[in-house]
């Protein structure tokens, strides 16, 4: 099993940046695809980012394209979220998670592992 950590979240203006750090502990990284998912109140959990095993693959959300850079550093146990132009709507519990399988990373279900969340919140 592993375990995750996710850290870096907090409150910023619309158009700052922060990033999102999850770091994974009891096994080696390096074997897991990650996932970053967020939840809105009253939302469903929506799709973030994601990156394959050894960071050569990523994927986006449409509405995160362009403005959030997903990576990692199996050294360090790491999968990070860059997140710049952000805006009132980007507001939301941050999830890291992860998986050993493959397939259609953009769905929630394919992760059997997840972090407790980090609060993003973006004022206008």
């Known amino acids: 099993q592993v375990q995750l950590a996710e850290s870096g979240g907090g409150l910023v203006q619309a158009g700052g940046s922060l990033r999102l750090s999850c770091v994974a502990s009891?096994?080696?990284?390096?074997?897991?695809?990650a996932g970053w998912f967020r939840q809105a109140p009253g939302k469903e959990r929506e799709f973030v980012a994601s990156i394959s095993s050894s960071g050569g693959r990523t994927s986006y959300g449409d509405s995160v394209k362009g403005r959030f850079t997903i990576s990692r550093d199996n050294a360090k146990n790491t999968v990070y979220l860059q997140m710049n132009s952000l805006k009132p709507e980007d507001t939301a519990v941050y999830y890291c998670?992860?998986?050993?399988?493959?397939?259609?990373?953009?769905?929630?279900?394919?992760?059997?592992?997840w972090g407790q969340g980090t609060q993003v919140t973006v004022s206008s």
């Open positions: 998670a992860a998986t050993v399988r493959g397939g259609s990373n953009w769905m929630s279900s394919l992760y059997n592992y």
């Open positions: 009891g096994r080696p990284f390096s074997s897991y695809h």
